[in-house]
């Protein structure tokens, strides 16, 4: 079986899959389908450290930034679009879309956001309604310091819309301390239930920004003032995917119940950056690592694809390469949630070594020997 080591989708427990295939109820008409979506809200709210609000969409991740920004904008409103990567770049076309000025607050793709320039910029430009800032933007790996950036936005008045698609769960995220508005997740990554649904936590500022707009959301399907007071109106305001939550309970429970999660990701994290540089391989970020994947630059006369291809073909491993400014510059190694296990990481690098020898480049030592080694160390450590 093809053994799915990408930066999400990410490899699905059976046990979501068997919760799945339960028997359904009308989620409209049976009113303990209400209890239960709300119940499952509370346990994402409960494993990111929020009292807010948190409504589950029919969508997949995409659908969680849309509705964010949808739910936001009004014409004409200025938004900070904090942009270290792919996806922070690409909340500007939602904001566009629904009539927003995007303002972007460009910064290098390899490092982390700069908390002291960011705060520099800030003290003079700080008239934006929200700002949207990733957490983890997974083309390039780099993880942002959320925890900083939105209080210091809190402080200017200005609402936070974080995009933490491949970082929750994976990566600590204290929404409440942190003092966040919107976070958007998603089912497929660190979660690892199949892909198809988003959610979004949301504070009471932020609903009050949605309730005192002069214009109505030019949404339906992303309009999250949609779902307020679902539970005791009994009502959605479409049809709830109930096969896709109940699976995606069974996830959050998979991760409620594994004590070592967050651990887990930073010691394999950590781990896999230090067997790469040892193997004389580049990452491609300088600062900001996200231990939920690895970015690794693609050497000089070796191909993306022909890695990705014998990867897949020669040793039934799947990784990713990447997109945009990236494409066919880097490849991926997710390792986030079921993704992140000593067994499927040793074998995985191990697989990449042997890629390389394939592809006539030898690397400086086996990427899975250092990888344990690096292991051991940290339990040793601990
Ligand atoms: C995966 C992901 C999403 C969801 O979008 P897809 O393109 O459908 O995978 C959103 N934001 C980030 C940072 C993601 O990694």
Redesign the pocket.
């Known amino acids: 079986m093809l053994k799915i080591m990408t930066p999400?989708p990410t490899q699905v427990r059976e046990n979501v899959r068997l919760a799945r295939s339960l028997e359904t109820t009308n989620p409209d008409l049976d009113l303990e389908f209400y209890d239960y979506y709300k119940d499952t809200c509370l346990l994402i709210g409960e494993l990111l450290h929020t009292k807010n609000e948190v409504y589950i969409l029919d969508g997949?991740?995409?659908l969680g930034?849309e509705a964010a920004c949808a739910s936001f904008t009004e014409p004409g409103d200025k938004v900070l679009v904090i942009d270290n990567g792919v996806?922070g770049k690409g909340f500007a076309d939602f904001v566009t879309l629904y009539g927003g000025e995007p303002v972007l607050y460009s910064a290098e793709y390899t490092e982390d956001i700069n908390i002291s320039d960011l705060e520099q910029f800030l003290e003079k430009h700080h008239d934006f309604k929200y700002a949207t800032i990733?957490h983890?933007?997974?083309p390039s790996g780099v993880l942002n310091d959320v925890g900083k950036i939105c209080p210091l936005l809190h402080k200017y008045g200005i609402l936070s819309v974080v995009?933490s698609?491949?970082g929750m769960f994976g990566e600590p995220l204290f929404i409440d301390d942190s003092k966040i508005d919107i976070v958007c997740g998603?089912s497929q990554?660190a979660l690892s239930a199949p892909p198809g649904l988003s959610f979004v936590t949301v504070s009471e500022a932020a609903m009050q920004a949605m309730e005192n707009r002069k214009t109505p959301i030019a949404s339906f399907y992303a309009n999250i003032l949609n779902f307020k007071n679902y539970y005791e109106n009994k009502w959605f305001p479409y049809t709830m995917p109930i096969s896709d939550i109940y699976g995606l309970r069974a996830a959050l429970m998979n991760i409620k119940e594994d004590k070592t999660f967050s651990d887990r990701h930073k010691s394999i994290g950590t781990a896999t950056r230090k067997a790469v540089l040892d193997a004389g391989l580049e990452l491609y970020l300088k600062t900001g690592y996200s231990n939920t994947v690895t970015v690794i630059k693609v050497p000089e006369g070796i191909n993306a694809k022909d890695i990705l291809e014998t990867m897949k073909n020669n040793y039934n491993i799947m990784i990713a390469g990447s997109f945009d400014v990236m494409l066919g510059k880097v490849i991926r190694i997710g390792h986030m949630g079921e993704n992140a296990n000593i067994e499927d990481m040793a074998e995985t690098l191990h697989a990449l070594t042997k890629t390389f020898i394939d592809l006539g480049r030898e690397l400086k030592v086996n990427l899975k020997d250092r990888f344990l080694k690096y292991l051991a160390e940290t339990v040793n450590e601990a």
Do not use: N, R
Request: hydrophobic share 25%; net charge negative; proline share 0%.
């Open positions: 999400g997949e991740g995409i930034l996806y990733v983890c933007d997974t995009d698609v491949s998603g990554k």
